[in-house]
């Protein structure tokens, strides 16, 4: 357990940053009309693959 406080202030700003990826990666989701794909598949991906579902969608999955 020691281990684990140990570790706190560095898992603190992890999971801000993939707190922050998956809600900039949803709201695009819901506010684009168009995507790669289906919208359902791709908020799957984003929410189930952390730090990569959001990403990939990011680089990829938007369609201009």
């Given at each position: 357990?020691?281990n684990?406080?140990?570790l706190?202030?560095?898992?603190?700003p992890?999971?801000?940053?993939?707190?922050?990826?998956?809600?900039v990666?949803?709201?695009?989701?819901?506010?684009?009309?168009?995507?790669?794909g289906p919208?359902?598949a791709?908020a799957?991906?984003?929410?189930?693959?952390?730090?990569i579902?959001?990403?990939v969608?990011?680089l990829?999955?938007?369609?201009?």
């Open positions: 357990m020691d684990l406080s140990e706190i202030p560095f898992l603190i992890v999971l801000l940053i993939q707190l922050a990826l998956v809600v990666a949803l709201k695009d989701l819901i506010n684009r009309e168009r995507t790669k919208k359902w791709w799957l991906i984003i929410l189930f693959f952390n730090f579902g959001p990403i969608y990011l990829i999955g938007r369609e201009e």
